[in-house]
């Protein structure tokens, strides 16, 4: 069955940031699961990117992700971005993550995936975006980092 994976930006720069080998050979290792599964960023992955002050690296992550669905970010994804700082999952100062989140949330994502276990993949976070995903409606998420799917 494939699932549809959102993938965060530090996925995408992880496959070029040579300075964490062993990060980078599992992310490599990741991404060869993109002709079986659905992969998919937002306009705020790409936006993140686009940002990104090494021009050489910021061409190789763009084009990296070209063939990706775009997820847009919407009036729901701003709600429930919302409730993740009302309920104090996440901070004003942490809001791309939880942009993210319910990015991969509104869009019916199986898994987001990231390399952020400061912010995103830990137990806690994901039980607390969880229990507020199914107080509100909205299904619930896997927060996990790329070798763990």
Do not use: C
Not at 20 to 27: A, I, N, W
Not at 30 to 51: A, P, R
Not at 103 to 126: G, K
């Amino acid at each position: 069955m494939a699932l549809k994976i959102y993938l965060d930006t530090s996925v995408v720069s992880a496959y070029f940031d040579d300075r964490y080998p062993e990060r980078q050979k599992d992310t490599v290792a990741f991404w060869k699961l993109s002709v079986e599964h659905e992969f998919s960023i937002s306009e705020l992955t790409k936006t993140e990117i686009q940002n990104t002050q090494d021009e050489t690296r910021k061409n190789q992550m763009l084009n990296h992700i070209g063939n990706l669905i775009l997820v847009p970010i919407d009036d729901s994804v701003e709600h429930l971005t919302n409730l993740y700082l009302e309920n104090g999952i996440f901070s004003p100062a942490t809001l791309n993550d939880a942009l993210h989140v319910a990015t991969a949330t509104i869009s019916r994502q199986d898994i987001l995936v990231s390399w952020n276990f400061r912010h995103l993949v830990n137990r806690r976070r994901r039980a607390r975006v969880n229990e507020v995903n199914t107080f509100n409606g909205y299904p619930t998420i896997e927060i996990i980092a790329p070798p763990e799917v």
